[in-house]
């Protein structure tokens, strides 16, 4: 169906994108010869960048009135047949509306977080239960997407060098495993002191280099982790989306809350191990069959809280239980 002109949106985040990708590669492997257009918020689009499976990334500028309305007329001048919404929010679902796709798909109102969204919907979509990224693919599907399925990450991703990673990976610093202290929420996030001792751990018993992945605002949060690692010598690493790519394709191993980081390890192959409290790892858990989560009792019945510290769950996480993951994880590699 060559005629067919897909539009993609998912304007963010990190997390989110990289578990919509494997939906829109359906997409692209059914409809072969189809233009497949992804429209992304301009901070995240560099992530779609070195990927060959779209006909081109569109990125939306939402500071301006002006790039907004130069970004809609360019999605209504490529006269899509059919528009995705992977987002399910008001802003999402009108950019759908706005681009004149005869054809929007998204998720049916109980399953949004904006019930409102779907008014802007031709076909409303009740996923199945389970994994988020599978909930995706039923969008895909309702496209009329062959229901094979895609590996989570991109399969067509061009790898391309990255200089200030590849500078920092070659300086003495050996093998390597990362950690990322930070998150959207801070109800998903595990103390900083914890984070700590477990590097101070892991670096000992494994001989690795700890190395504490940060966002923007997440400086202090990265310089206690390194406080409470003492003595261990601790790397700090913040870098734009290619250089975190390449950070994280070379570490052992990732230990991290439900982030983006952490779903973007698990696309590019790394081994991870995820700690898991107010969101649900059935549903939000990393995709690889042979990663390891650490979660215990639902103390808030997993509503996905966004509170601004950690919450019960993720404060009832030992230390012990993630080195015990750890280990389960690296043992599953042997």
């Given at each position: 169906m060559a005629e067919s002109r897909f539009l993609i949106v998912?304007?963010?985040?990190?997390?989110?994108?990289?578990l919509s990708a494997s939906a829109?590669?359906?997409l692209r492997g059914s409809f072969l010869g189809a233009q497949v257009d992804w429209l992304v918020d301009c901070r995240w689009a560099d992530i779609l960048i070195p990927c060959g499976d779209f006909h081109e990334i569109i990125r939306l500028d939402r500071g301006s009135w002006k790039s907004l309305a130069v970004t809609v007329r360019k999605l209504r001048a490529a006269r899509y047949t059919c528009a995705i919404d992977f987002q399910g929010?008001?802003?999402s679902a009108l950019l759908a509306y706005l681009s004149g796709a005869p054809r929007r798909i998204g998720f049916a109102r109980p399953f949004l977080r904006e019930s409102g969204a779907a008014f802007f919907y031709t076909d409303q979509i009740s996923p199945p239960p389970g994994h988020i990224a599978d909930q995706n693919r039923a969008l895909a599907r309702a496209a009329g997407a062959s229901p094979r399925i895609f590996g989570i990450g991109f399969p067509k991703w061009i790898e391309e060098p990255q200089p200030f990673a590849r500078r920092m990976l070659s300086c003495d610093?050996?093998?390597f495993f990362v950690v990322n202290p930070g998150g959207g929420w801070g109800s998903k996030c595990w103390p900083a002191e914890r984070y700590g001792q477990l590097c101070r751990e892991l670096g000992a018993q494994r001989d690795l280099r700890p190395v504490v992945n940060y966002g923007p605002g997440e400086e202090p949060l990265a310089e206690a982790v390194a406080r409470a690692a003492a003595?261990?010598?601790v790397i700090l690493f913040r870098g734009e989306i290619q250089e975190l790519k390449s950070l994280l394709a070379g570490a052992k191993f990732v230990v991290a809350g439900d982030t983006g980081p952490l779903h973007l390890a698990v696309a590019l192959g790394t081994p991870v191990v995820g700690l898991y409290g107010p969101t649900d790892p059935v549903r939000n858990g990393p995709y690889g069959k042979d990663d390891v989560v650490v979660c215990n009792e639902r103390f808030e019945g997993m509503e996905h809280e966004r509170g601004h510290s950690p919450a019960a769950s993720m404060l009832s996480i030992t230390v012990e239980q993630v080195l015990d993951a750890v280990h389960r994880?690296?043992?599953k590699l042997q």
């Open positions: 998912r304007l963010s985040s990190l997390g989110d994108i990289v829109a590669a359906m929010l008001y802003k610093v050996g093998a003595p261990a010598n994880r690296l043992e």
